[in-house]
């Protein structure tokens, strides 16, 4: 990927790829480094098993470099959404055809902030754990791993919902909708303890 200020200018740009989901994946990478990061502070200091932190250290690098390259995925689909737009559609074979690419560019861009929504669940779990038994001196870096984690989420959602407002498939429709309110749900779940250990930290 390019680097962080190359990727911010194009970002910046009135262009619109990269956008809002790509971001989101960024938000969601952070997360995961800040909870390695963390997670490798607190192998000696700490209420946590050595294991534990390794576990969690692990499965945080393995969550990163998929949302890394979640960054890139999410501006390539909009991509396609945009090249399908661009098709000719002077015969009603071309208009057919056209209609059918964007529809298929549409659920395909759902694709990406589905998985960013799926990855960054266990790094809230993972922020939570280390924000209460691990190093006591880093916890407010786990908390701010779980506010871009939540962040990430809730942009993937964002995401979500505006390429369902263009899709027709109303089964595709009512499935992405039911992963919406779940996603929404664990995420809600998973953020009240957080908040509130925080709260009591501060």
Do not use: W
């Not at 908390?143 to 989420?153: D, E, H, K, P, R």
Request: glycine share 6%; with cysteine.
């Amino acid at each position: 990927m390019m680097d962080i200020k190359r990727y911010l200018d194009n970002l910046a740009s009135d262009h619109p790829t990269p956008g809002g989901g790509s971001a989101s994946a960024l938000a969601g990478a952070l997360a995961a480094s800040l909870v390695s990061m963390t997670a490798g502070l607190s192998v000696k200091k700490g209420r946590l098993e050595k294991k534990k932190v390794m576990e969690i250290r692990r499965k945080a690098s393995a969550i990163q470099e998929r949302l890394y390259r979640a960054i890139e995925e999410d501006a390539r689909s909009y991509e396609e959404v945009l090249k399908a737009f661009r098709l000719p559609k002077d015969t009603e074979k071309e208009r057919s055809r056209r209609s059918r690419m964007i529809q298929k560019a549409y659920q395909k861009a759902t694709v990406t902030p589905q998985r960013v929504c799926e990855d960054c669940l266990p790094l809230l779990e993972f922020s939570r754990t280390l924000i209460s038994k691990g190093n006591p001196s880093a916890f407010s870096d786990a908390g701010v791993a779980a506010f871009l984690a939540g962040t990430a989420i809730e942009g993937g959602l964002l995401n979500i919902r505006i390429n369902l407002g263009a899709i027709k498939d109303r089964t595709f429709v009512r499935k992405m909708e039911g992963f919406v309110r779940q996603i929404a749900r664990k995420k809600a779940v998973l953020m009240k303890p957080i908040l509130r250990e925080l709260e009591a930290k501060g």
